[in-house]
């Protein structure tokens, strides 16, 4: 099946018309997989539940759900009843859930087909996939580089066609980032919107269940199903949830647009900040204005970030014990032996590197100085954002300050990689929703274009990524590399 | 400047251990970081609340209903050591002491 040609909508009407079964669509999906994961995006294979799940759905007849019976990859952070999922962690290596994340309930009782788990940075934690503990994903357009990170193996499995839809979670930047790198659609909703019972838990103040995929609609539709309130997660909202494709096809004429001079300033790829600018033109000729606006803390969200994150990882990464499941170490003196050898061999570098500055943080003495520190500054980077939309609609700017960097380029520099994701965090600081849409290319490399909308307002992301989409060709160009 | 001491006695308070080298390089990895984390200094902070979520909830009740485990099977299988139901760990004292 060619999901470069075939739209979730699309392959919607072919289950529903008869003139596709979703047998058909599922194994031919895992055939191509396993024949042509060129890019390494999956760690592990739901061939057999998938299968069976496809022909209940043919046996049944029922396509009324607008995902009956189409494929879609879970990042491998999100728990799957059965399927082994590791966080991409060798101390997860050999866990298989006894249970499914509230998503992956969501889904299949939607009848949307689980085909299986891509590969992430280890807890999510990177921007390159490179910290995944078992392979390297490489980045659809051009296999010597990064997939971005941390759901690189999620978007490089939709950008190379593999998938027309994925999964992935957004701690820093997680989802969009990678989006970008690969040239598709990544959505990251407001903090709150989705339930992330079930995803393995990596900062839990940020950490939020988006979408990958190839069009602005598909994501929305996508969205439908997994949104909502519950009470598995009591940080989800009692929002009512509205259906994410009504304002799609919508007119933007009339929307206030802001632009942040210090998300096109220093370290910004000067070509990557012009794609952006024509971006902006773009916007105005459909009608919105676009103007520059100033977030004073902007340049304070990368530390403030690291110190908030690494402390909640230290705390949430303490179940790893290697007691009740994961990785045990062997021969071991005593207890507290069990504990140390298990996480120290359990664990890799970036991983330990966040404990220990996140333990640094909060330990006596410092956490003034560092936690609580960096959650007041937290609260400043809210307000610059309050500030800005009590006059507009919407925050654009680039997604990233580079295209894709090289495959081993930053692994040994973790500064450099942290500054990578300056553009992305501020959203997950202040819990608004955010998107990249894919914005043209700077030598043959996608750029993304970043959206950031008010708290619960998806739908105005969604009516202006729409409209940006179709004013332009990008979605129809593809990787050369890919099949 | 944080210390090789102060290194270990954080790893220590994380359950990780790490070999001389390893030390070394985690100084060092963490002390640019803290390097580059010290310009929230420079920030004013006086009187600001801290933000610890984005969503203001406040004091999330549910009824506490006693709910039956199902089938303990699949979780016993990701236990490294068990016997019966109970999951076995190592002694707490010393191997060497038994």
Redesign the interface.
């Known amino acids: 099946m060619d999901f470069f040609k075939n739209d979730l909508s699309a392959l919607h009407d072919q289950l529903a018309s008869g003139e596709l079964t979703a047998s058909t669509l599922t194994d031919e999906t895992l055939a191509a997989i396993h024949a042509h994961d060129d890019v390494d995006a999956f760690l592990a294979l739901n061939d057999d539940a998938a299968k069976a799940q496809a022909k209940a759905l043919d046996e049944a007849g029922t396509f009324a759900s607008p995902l009956a019976g189409l494929p879609i990859a879970i990042k491998d952070n999100i728990v799957t ?2 399927l082994t999922t590791t966080a991409s962690s060798k101390i997860l290596g ?3 859930p ?1 249970y499914d994340a509230t998503v992956i309930e969501k889904l299949n009782a939607a009848g949307a087909i689980n085909v299986g788990k891509t590969n992430l940075d280890e807890f999510a934690m990177g921007s390159s996939t490179e910290n995944s503990a078992f392979k390297v994903t490489k980045n659809a357009w051009d296999h010597t580089k990064v997939p971005g990170g941390s759901s690189g193996g999620s978007a490089a499995a939709v950008a190379s066609g593999l998938v027309p839809a994925a999964l992935g979670s957004d701690t820093g930047g997680s989802i969009r980032q990678p989006a970008a790198f690969n040239g598709i659609f990544g959505f990251k909703p ?3 919107r989705v339930s992330r019972w079930g995803l393995i838990a990596f900062s839990s ?1 940020l950490d939020q269940i988006g979408t990958l995929t190839r069009t602005v609609k598909d994501s929305a539709l996508v969205l439908n199903v997994i949104a909502g309130h519950d ?1 598995k997660d ?2 989800t ?1 009692e929002q009512p949830v509205p259906d994410f494709t009504a304002k799609i096809g919508q007119s933007i004429k009339g929307m206030k647009i802001a632009l942040p001079t210090e998300y096109l300033g220093e370290g910004v790829d000067p070509q990557v900040a012009d794609q952006i600018r024509k971006a902006a033109d773009q916007l105005r000729s459909l009608g919105a204005t676009v103007d520059e606006v100033s977030l004073p ?1 902007t ?2 969200a ?3 970030y ?2 908030i994150a690494s402390s909640e990882a ?1 705390s949430n990464l ?1 179940r790893f ?6 990785f ?1 170490a062997e021969d ?10 298990s ?2 061999e359990g ?1 890799g570098p970036e991983v ?2 966040r ?3 996140g ?2 943080s909060l ?1 006596a003495g410092f956490y003034d ?2 936690f ?9 980077i ?1 307000n610059d954002f309050a500030k800005v939309f009590e006059n507009y609609d919407l925050i654009i700017g680039p997604t990233t300050p580079t295209t894709a960097f090289t495959i081993g380029e930053k692994v040994t520099d ?2 450099t990689m ?1 500054m990578n994701d300056i553009l992305t965090i501020p959203a997950n ?4 929703p955010a998107a990249s849409v894919p914005a043209g290319f700077v030598d043959g490399m996608p750029v993304g274009l970043h959206m950031i909308g008010k ?1 619960f307002d998806e739908q105005t992301i969604y009516q202006v990524a729409a409209a940006f989409e179709a004013a332009n060709d990008y979605v129809a160009q593809i990787p050369g590399g890919a099949r | 400047m ?1 210390t090789k001491d ?2 270990a006695h ?2 220590d ?6 070999t001389d080298d390893e030390l070394e390089q ?1 100084t060092s ?2 002390d ?3 390097n ?6 420079e ?1 004013d ?1 006086e009187g ?8 203001h ?1 406040e004091n ?1 009740m ?1 009824a506490d209903v006693a709910v039956a485990q199902a089938d303990l099977t ?2 016993l ?5 068990h016997k019966g139901t109970l ?1 076995q ?8 002491e038994d």
């Open positions: 009843k059965g050999n866990f298989v006894p407001t903090y709150g103040s009470d009591a940080t909202a803390h340049k304070y990368v530390p403030t690291y110190i230290s303490q014990d290697g007691i009740r499941y994961g045990r071991v003196k005593n207890l507290k032996d069990v504990y140390v050898r996480r120290s664990f330990k590197r404990i220990m500055l333990t640094f330990s100085a560092y609580k520190k960096a959650a007041q500054v937290r609260t400043l809210t973790p500064l942290y600081l202040a819990g608004l708290h | 944080i102060s290194v954080v790893a308070l994380a359950r990780l251990s790490f985690y990895q963490l640019e970081i803290l580059m984390v010290d310009q929230l200094a920030v902070t600001v609340a801290t933000t610890t979520q984005s969503v909830l999330v549910r699949p979780i299988a990701n236990v490294p050591t999951i760990v190592p002694a707490i004292i010393d191997k060497e």
